[in-house]
């Protein structure tokens, strides 16, 4: 099936749509992931730290993979807002516990030290990952 520009362009009302509410969730997510840890990551991001930026970083990864699934699969705009708040949800697990099982994890991201935030990136993509794909109902 061959379509027109005009009809391809038809369907730009909802891509603005579910684009502006994907990335106002990532947005809403990242403040509360933020608001959920002991110590501010823009803030040690914006004086250098690694460390911060490596787990803050991999942590975006594990909350947009989702949020794509979800944009690709949800039936309308609250469906995707309630699918990635169970993205959220997993995300700020993998975060506790991870910190559980780093000891003095906080302290050691804000030294910047980044053995346990290359962890913890790396488990918040993995998490990611199979938080996308089990997202495809």
Do not use: I, K
């Given at each position: 099936m061959d379509l027109t520009l005009g009809q391809s362009l038809a369907a730009l009302p909802a891509f603005a749509a579910y684009f502006a509410c994907a990335l106002?969730?990532?947005a809403a997510s990242?403040?509360?992931y933020a608001w959920a840890t002991p110590y501010d990551e823009i803030k040690l991001i914006r004086?250098?730290?690694v460390a911060a930026a490596?787990?803050?970083g991999g942590s975006t990864l594990g909350l947009a993979l989702p949020l794509a699934s979800v944009v690709a699969h949800a039936v309308s705009l609250p469906d995707m807002v309630a699918w990635a708040v169970v993205a959220l949800v997993?995300?700020?697990i993998v975060y506790f516990v991870v910190?559980?099982?780093v000891p003095h994890f906080a302290q050691s991201i804000r030294d910047g030290r980044v053995a346990g935030s290359?962890?913890?990136a790396s488990l918040a993509v993995a998490v990611g990952i199979l938080n996308a794909a089990c997202m495809t109902y």
């Open positions: 106002a969730l990532l990242l403040v509360v004086e250098g730290n490596v787990s803050f997993a995300q700020l910190s559980r099982l290359a962890m913890l």
